[in-house]
């Protein structure tokens, strides 16, 4: 099944398709996450949590990298960030990241503010596609 994935704050949700008004179907807690990228079926990813494992399967070979840059990062940023917090006595750090749209956090509707559920994704900005597909397609110009 395909499914449009958005990592908000240390959540990573998902819904059925990248629709204005869908619901969540689920999150995944990113500090509470093993991150699995390599053993015998190299073009998924595995998110191993207490109860359960997610496998995310990546359209490409680049976006499988991307992917899992990103949720490295996001696991780094939330744990550098929360010990930050934690010595100076702040409250936890959010940061909103989409793998592939970016998405602000306040595009999501949210029917309670302290968990993920009930959310609603309101609107996700098109991005133009990459210029780099085009010019592979174009032939190269002759010198004389």
Not at 22 to 40: I, M, S
Request: aromatic share 6%; glycine share 6%; with cysteine.
């Amino acid at each position: 099944k395909q499914r449009f994935f958005v990592a908000a704050g240390d959540h990573l949700r998902y819904f059925l398709d990248d629709c204005a008004g869908r619901k969540c179907l689920g999150c995944v807690e990113l500090r509470g996450v093993v991150l699995h990228c390599g053993g015998q079926n190299d073009e998924l990813i595995a998110l191993a949590m207490a109860d359960s494992t997610m496998w995310l399967k990546p359209p490409t070979e680049e976006d499988r990298n991307r992917w899992i840059d990103a949720l490295t990062t996001i696991q780094d940023v939330l744990h550098a960030r929360d010990a930050i917090a934690q010595a100076r006595q702040y409250p936890p750090y959010r940061e909103t990241l989409a793998f592939d749209h970016d998405i602000p956090d306040e595009m999501f509707e949210r029917a309670r503010t302290s968990s993920c559920c009930g959310c609603v994704l309101v609107k996700v900005p098109r991005r133009p596609r990459s210029d780099k597909k085009k010019k592979g397609l174009v032939a190269p110009s002759s010198s004389a």
